[in-house]
């Protein structure tokens, strides 16, 4: 299993940007995907999950900002994001597991990053 992320890139504060993230070299249904993000001098931190099952789990720090959605047709994830912040800016990376009980921070499969960048 592969999982490809795409959408990050520079926005302005306030602005809104939307990240994807398809799984793919797989026909098994990926059980929960979700996104993390790492800044700068700092650990992975969680963003939000979504099971097959429709369950959505968000970090308190991006509830009401940020929505994750998904396809699962298309083992595919999103997270759009608005209002962005300065803060915001990290690499954020897309992660899954079949196990939608998976911790995140085991979860087994991990995509190679995208950087998003809010200017103030």
């Known amino acids: 299993v592969q999982l490809q992320a795409s959408g990050g890139g520079l926005v302005q504060s306030g602005g809104s940007l939307r990240l994807s993230c398809a799984a793919s070299?797989?026909?098994?249904?990926?059980?929960?995907m979700g996104w993390s993000r790492q800044a700068p001098g700092n650990r992975r931190k969680f963003i939000a999950t979504a099971t097959t099952g429709g369950l959505s789990y968000y970090a308190d720090s991006v509830k009401g900002q940020f929505t994750i959605s998904r396809d699962n047709a298309k083992n595919t994830v999103y997270l759009q994001m608005d209002n962005m912040k300065p803060e915001d800016t990290a690499v954020y990376y897309c992660m899954g597991d079949l196990d939608p009980q998976s911790s995140w921070q085991t979860f087994e499969y991990w995509g190679q990053g995208t950087l998003v960048t809010v200017s103030s």
């Open positions: 070299k797989t026909r098994r249904s990926i059980g929960v």
